[in-house]
């Protein structure tokens, strides 16, 4: 079975061509983020918002569009917390942007369709469990001391 010149063990027998080599990275993961950089750069250069752009412009603005979204779904979270929710409705959102003054003025003009008006729930009717109406019939059979208590 032959072996490959790069399979080896050791470091000293192995050719230039393969000493030199390391695992191929994202420059997302290079930059530590969550948010795809080289998407980022295509958007950039396709979108002929300038005529030339910088290599760590993609890198910044991943950074930017991770912080945001971080800074947000972590209030969202919170206020779904508070709601005695788990999950993030797109209601908790629109009162994240809403209560937040710096929020407000990035994406004020976002109108989130599904969000509804931000109000205060009424607590619901209690439910009489065990304590139903009192009818004439029952009243009768209490009366004749036919339910004993």
Not at 34 to 48: A, K, N, Q, S, Y
Not at 79 to 101: Q, V
């Amino acid at each position: 079975m032959p072996r490959s010149q790069c399979d080896t063990e050791s470091s000293e027998d192995l050719e230039p061509s393969c000493r030199g080599r390391r695992p191929k990275t994202s420059r997302s993961g290079r930059a530590g983020l969550i948010f795809p950089v080289g998407r980022i750069e295509r958007f950039l250069r396709t979108g002929d918002y300038a005529e030339r752009i910088g290599s760590g412009s993609s890198v910044y603005m991943a950074a930017v569009l991770q912080y945001l979204t971080y800074d947000i779904v972590d209030i969202a979270g919170n206020i779904a917390a508070n709601d005695h929710r788990r999950r993030i409705a797109p209601r908790h959102l629109h009162e994240t942007i809403s209560c937040d003054a710096d929020l407000q003025q990035l994406l004020g003009g976002i109108i989130l369709q599904q969000a509804k008006a931000t109000s205060k729930k009424l607590p619901a009717a209690t439910s009489r469990r065990g304590k139903g109406k009192k009818t004439a019939h029952s009243v009768k059979r209490r009366r004749n001391g036919a339910v004993a208590a």
